[in-house]
């Protein structure tokens, strides 16, 4: 195994490179893994512009090697791990808490004030590269019923499941989600695959979506005025979090998955006179295992939402903002693809 790999390396804010960089080691308790798919999210994009929050919050800095959604293959495992690993098809949890303060002993370690996040968060390097070294413990297996591009679907999806099942939405109910994008579409198809009437408000044609079989895509404009028993935000608009309380019926549910760049404004008047649950989801961990089972069983087909593979030179154009040629809102990365010669500046 090479001492050195490439990798996408953030160094400021629009400034990136693919670098050879020294390969990761197995330490103690962790695993070596030879990435073959790696999702490009927004959260990356908002590291590219230099918005992200945590840039300004200490959380992170630059250089860094983003890169949180990802599948691979083990190839090398550190001190105290069962070598039974070496070979299996696996992605993993973004979210690495401490495992000793209160909220990871009670199962929160998503929430952990001291965690670590793949590719975002203290320090941890991403899956933008051609190996990624985790904890074992973070790491969950693969079927062979979810490929690598299912495989990088699924930390996305996880987040999508959580907030479909916040939403309570099934059979008899009527669920509105707001914004058509990757998580958004995610949500909806777990929504559908309850048994929910599935409505998705955008700010195009939604030609896309309903490509993707969902009948009724409307525009804030032309949004009918329907009883929704639950909405679920899934943009980044400020304005949004106050129009799904609005939307949603009395005694219904609202769930945020989305962050805007500025603070968002809610008269919580409306939730207390409405009886509404308000309900924020931060992280896919809690639903992933069940995520990858419902790819595996084909409850949800989330692979239409890729709209191309592209290899680690093109990925500081995708991050500008160049437009690839597919219809739909998630760009993967192969590290081992040979560059198609895309300029960006």
């Known amino acids: 195994?090479?001492?050195?790999?490439?990798?996408?390396?953030?160094?400021?804010?629009?400034?990136?490179?693919?670098?050879?960089?020294?390969?990761?080691?197995?330490?103690?308790?962790?695993?070596?893994?030879?990435?073959?798919?790696?999702?490009?999210?927004?959260?990356?994009?908002?590291?590219?512009?230099?918005?992200?929050?945590?840039?300004?919050?200490?959380?992170?800095?630059?250089?860094?090697?983003?890169g949180h959604e990802w599948a691979g293959t083990v190839s090398a495992v550190g001190d105290g791990v069962d070598a039974a690993w070496?070979?299996?098809?696996?992605?993993?949890?973004?979210?690495?808490?401490?495992?000793t303060c209160r909220r990871c002993r009670r199962g929160h370690q998503h929430t952990c004030e001291n965690r670590q996040e793949v590719g975002i968060r203290g320090g941890r390097p991403?899956?933008?590269?051609?190996?990624?070294?985790?904890?074992?413990?973070?790491?969950?297996?693969?079927?062979?019923?979810?490929?690598?591009?299912?495989?990088?679907?699924?930390?996305?999806?996880?987040?999508?499941?959580?907030?479909?099942?916040?939403?309570?939405?099934?059979?008899?109910?009527?669920?509105?989600?707001?914004?058509?994008?990757?998580?958004?579409?995610?949500?909806?198809?777990?929504?559908?695959?309850?048994?929910?009437?599935?409505?998705?408000?955008?700010?195009?044609?939604?030609?896309?979506?309903?490509?993707?079989?969902?009948?009724?895509v409307w525009t804030r404009a032309t949004l009918p005025d329907l009883p929704f028993d639950a909405v679920v935000d899934a943009t980044g608009a400020a304005d949004l979090p106050?129009?799904?309380?609005?939307l949603v019926e009395p005694a219904g549910r609202v769930v945020y998955i989305g962050l805007s760049g500025r603070p968002s404004t809610l008269d919580t008047r409306a939730l207390v006179l409405k009886d509404v649950t308000a309900v924020g989801v931060l992280s896919a961990s809690p639903g992933l295992a069940d995520t990858i089972a419902a790819y595996a069983g084909a409850a949800v087909d989330p692979r239409p939402l890729v709209a191309a593979t592209v290899g680690l030179d093109e990925v500081g154009a995708v991050l500008a903002g160049v437009r690839v040629p597919g219809p739909g809102p998630k760009v993967h990365v192969d590290p081992r693809r040979q560059p198609a010669g895309w300029a960006w500046s």
């Open 1 to 66: 195994m090479s001492s050195t790999m490439r990798a996408f390396v953030l160094t400021g804010p629009r400034r990136g490179a693919v670098q050879e960089v020294p390969a990761p080691r197995a330490e103690p308790g962790e695993v070596v893994v030879d990435v073959e798919r790696a999702g490009v999210c927004g959260t990356d994009v908002e590291f590219f512009t230099g918005e992200m929050a945590y840039l300004h919050q200490g959380h992170s800095a630059y250089p860094m090697r983003l």
């Open 86 to 99: 070496l070979g299996r098809r696996v992605m993993g949890d973004t979210m690495l808490g401490d495992r």
């Open 126 to 216: 991403g899956a933008l590269a051609e190996r990624l070294a985790v904890p074992a413990w973070s790491l969950h297996v693969l079927p062979d019923e979810v490929d690598a591009v299912l495989g990088a679907l699924v930390e996305p999806g996880g987040n999508a499941l959580r907030a479909a099942r916040a939403a309570g939405a099934g059979a008899g109910d009527r669920a509105l989600v707001l914004g058509p994008g990757t998580i958004g579409l995610l949500t909806a198809m777990f929504l559908r695959a309850a048994g929910a009437e599935v409505h998705i408000m955008g700010v195009g044609e939604g030609d896309f979506a309903r490509g993707l079989g969902f009948e009724h």
């Open 242 to 246: 106050a129009l799904a309380v609005d």
